[in-house]
Each structure stands twice: as C-alpha cells, then as structure tokens.
C-alpha cells in the first residue's frame, strides 16, 4: 500500500506540472475538436499529431497523443445527436437514440448526459488501470520469447475475429498487415527484404504514413460527394435545459454503471475496442429494458450505456498495452507505435522502470477527463457552428495538413506518395468492407511478431514445440484456437446446411 501511495504521488507531481497540462489540454481540445467533425476520426488526428512529438518528452507526448485519443470519444457523440453523422462505429451507436432525441428538441439533454457518462466510464476504467496493470505486470514478468509470441498471436486474432463484419476479412487483413511490416532491411541478417529496389523502404514503411493513408485520407476521399445532414437547432444553450429531472437521473443510474463495466471489460481484451464496447451495452440495455420498442425513438439508456461503456472501454485498452505491450485496438496500437518511436518499450518492465511515466500518464487520464467535462459542456454552442463548415472547405484543408505530417516525419517525399497510395487502398477496403483496423494492427505488430518467434525458436534449437511446452504459451494458443472456431464453425455449418 505505501508503494502505491508513493506512485500515486510520483503520478500527480508529473501529471500536475505545467508542460503536462499544457500538452494534455492541447490533446484533449484537438480530440474533441477531431472527434466533433464528421468524417475525422482519432487514427487521423494523431497520425497527424505524431510528427510534431518527435521534439517533446516522451511522457508530455503521449499524454498528449492520448488526450487525442479519449478527446473524440467526448466530441464524436455531438455530430451524431445534432447532425445523424456517426464518424466511427462508436458514434454510430450513439446515433440509434441520440438523434431521436435532438428532433424531439432535447439535443441539450442528450449531450449533457453523454458529457457526465463518458465522464463516470472514463473515472471506473482508469480506476481498474491503476489497481490491475501492475498486477499483469508483475504476471507477465515471467514471460519469456515464447510467451510475447503467444500472445501477440492471439491479440491479432481477436482483432480480425472480434471486429464488427466479417471474420474471414479481418483475418485476411491481418496477413495483408503482417506482409507490409516484413518490408525492410532484416534485424538478423541485415538483408533487404520486399523493397522492390526502392531504397526509401530499407527502413520499412513509415508508420505515420501508413495511418495517415488509411484512415484521414481513405475518409476524406470517402466523403467526397455526399450529402451533409442539416443541423439541428439547438436554441440558447443554458444549463437549466441540460440537467436531466430527479426521475431521468434514477433512470441514468443502472445503465451508466453497466455501461462502464461493460466497457472495461472489453476494452481490456486484446483486439477488441470502444466500438464494439458500445454495440455490447446498448444490447445490454435493450435486452434488460421492460419496453424494448423505445430503443431507437430517443430512449435516454440508449445514449447514456454506450457513451458510459466506449469511453472506459478506451481507458481499458491500455491496460493491455502498458503490462503486456498488446494493443486493446488500432488506436492504442499507433499509441504504441508512438512509444516505441520514442524509445520506450511497453511491456511488464515499464512499470517499474519507468514509474514516472506509467503513473504520470495514468493521472494524466483522469486530469484530461476532468477537462474535457469542463470544456464540452459550455462549448456545446461552439460545436454546433464548427459542423456548419462546408466539406469542400474543410477536407482540402485537412489534406494539405496530412501531406506536410507525412513529409516533416522522415523530410522526404516518398512517404506522400505512400500515403496517397494507401489512402486509395483505404478507400478501397471501405468500399469493398475490408476493415482497416487489424491492416494496421498486423502491420505495427508484424516486426514483434517475428522478432519472439525466431528468437523462441532460436532459444530452443528449432523446436516449434517450445510454444506448447511452455505452459503460459499453450494457454493463449488455446485461446487463439477457440476465438477462431467461434467466429468460423458457426459459418462452416450455415454453408453446409445451405441447398447444393
């Protein structure tokens, strides 16, 4: 107890100090700015942002880059509610019963209770960060190559098997993903492998570049055409009109508190994410109601869980990456990127090697939270004007921007041309359903991937048993094993009992 009380206060003295609240406020104003905006979503925002933290301190960086990242979740539910435009999977399900809302003259209403909820799942995950990532740590400290394979196998898997659509997509791009991160010059050999006899991939290809293609311009690229919904008016934007009466805040209670389990509990499996935290919860909530047919007209349960479960879905998600250096989602998994760009290697080391930068970034969650419930509230008004920026102005703008993060990254032009190149891939993938997500989780984890493989094999003179041998490994190859029959026998026997 005395040495959690001394990283707790080790936490609150770097998370308190100025450069860390200054970076912490950026982040979570450019979050929640990001996420406000149709069509922007945060694998953009901090593919762009990561270029600009190559000259901070690593711990300011990231929690910045994490501001960012639980930023949108608070500004993603406002253009669904005012505008029925979802920017992600998670706002889509805020969509269901927030738009309802907003027609039925309650927008303020309805974005006042995603603002306290996204607040309330937010403080119950960062709570089970703090009490559970160093107990995985201390676990995962006898971890050896075989084990860091294992797991990281099963993290992929869960990513392509977990993941809204198709199984067989998800799993095919996690090959596509593992293939793109085998370009570059070999760590054992120093051979170049895949360059095609371009030198500018000697170093493989850029992660930045990859993001950015991927997700800002395939979105921008998406969005190139189509209609924009018409705002809602809100009226005077007032506090009165905001709070929920005594009978709503009863009717709150229960959901927000199972939303936030919900989201804690999926956000901290490897793969998984907000999204599908979110689609968990509003079932939940539909399952449990006595009235089931008010989901989808505006009922209140159907905006309070989801917000509740994504946003502690997204605190969830480091408990993972931070212990065991497996990424919750695509985001957290750039995150990662971004740490080991900065020379920092997650895993059940980082804990107690660099307590500083673990507890400083956790305190540095809730500060961030506790900003961004007080700059959503009063701002709801900004908001509104900001979705009124016509598309054929603000995407352009937004391209430009993606151009000169590609190129002040490396200072050189073949990653814009990656990036370009990518997004029509991106683009691409969307039209056709092929989720980006595990592409770039398989990308990012692909190098690691291989790195405890050989090094497993090497330790234990070629014997592939080595990861059946070892308990703990066996363990998540077990799992690996279930998630796929789950997500692939239900399919083998529909299309057998399918007429020939």
């Excluded at 209609?227 to 809100?234: E, H, N, Q």
Aim: glycine share 10%; aromatic share 10%.
């Amino acid at each position: 107890m005395t040495d959690f009380l001394a990283n707790l206060a080790l936490g609150v003295d770097r998370a308190f100090s100025p450069d860390a609240l200054l970076f912490c406020f950026i982040g979570v104003s450019v979050g929640t700015l990001i996420g406000v905006l149709p069509g922007l979503g945060p694998l953009a925002a901090i593919s762009l942002a990561l270029p600009l933290t190559y000259y901070l301190d690593p711990t300011v960086a990231l929690i910045m880059l994490a501001g960012i990242f639980y930023g949108t979740q608070y500004g993603g539910s406002t253009a669904s509610i005012l505008l029925n435009l979802p920017g992600s999977a998670t706002a889509a399900v805020t969509c269901l019963d927030g738009y309802p809302m907003a027609q039925q003259g309650q927008a303020q209403l309805a974005l006042f209770i995603t603002a306290i909820n996204s607040f309330v799942g937010a403080s119950f995950a960062i709570l089970l960060v703090m009490g559970f990532a160093p107990v995985i740590a201390q676990f995962a400290l006898r971890f050896s190559a075989a084990e860091y394979f294992s797991v990281m196998l099963l993290g992929l898997i869960a990513a392509s098997t977990l993941s809204l659509g198709s199984p067989v997509k998800g799993l095919a791009m996690v090959i596509v993903g593992l293939a793109l991160g085998l370009v570059g010059t070999d760590v054992n050999t120093g051979m170049f492998r895949y360059t095609f006899g371009f030198f500018e991939l000697a170093d493989g290809l850029s992660l930045v570049a990859v993001a950015m293609g991927l997700f800002g311009v395939a979105e921008i690229l998406s969005n190139i055409g189509k209609p924009v919904g018409k705002a809602v008016d809100v009226g005077r934007i007032n506090l009165k009109s905001m709070l929920p009466t005594r009978a709503q805040w009863r009717q709150l209670a229960m959901p927000t508190a199972r939303g936030s389990v919900v989201g804690s509990f999926v956000g901290a499996l490897p793969g998984t994410g907000p999204g599908i935290a979110a689609f968990m919860a509003y079932a939940l909530e539909k399952k449990l109601a006595r009235d089931p047919s008010r989901f989808g007209k505006g009922a209140i349960e159907g905006i309070s869980a989801p917000e509740a479960a994504n946003n502690a879905a997204v605190q969830a998600a480091f408990i993972p990456t931070l212990s065991l250096g497996i990424p919750g989602d695509a985001v957290v998994a750039l995150l990662l990127g971004a740490m080991l760009i900065h020379g920092i290697t997650p895993g059940p080391n980082l804990i107690t090697s660099q307590p500083d930068l673990f507890w400083g970034l956790i305190i540095s969650f809730w500060v961030g939270n506790v900003m961004l419930l007080f700059l959503n509230i009063p701002l709801i008004g900004l908001w509104v004007r900001l979705l009124q920026i016509p598309y054929h102005l603000l995407y352009p703008a937004v391209l430009l921007l993606i151009c000169i993060g590609v190129y002040s990254s490396n200072n050189n032009v073949f990653d814009i041309y990656i990036v370009l190149i990518f997004g029509v891939v991106g683009f691409l993938m969307r039209k056709f359903h092929y989720p980006a997500a595990p592409l770039l989780l398989g990308f990012i984890l692909g190098p690691l991937l291989e790195e405890h493989f050989r090094r497993a094999l090497l330790l234990s003179q070629g014997n592939p048993l080595v990861f059946f041998e070892r308990p703990i490994s066996a363990v998540f190859l077990v799992v690996c094993m279930v998630f796929l029959a789950s997500a692939f026998l239900p399919r083998i026997k529909l299309f057998r009992k399918q007429p020939q």
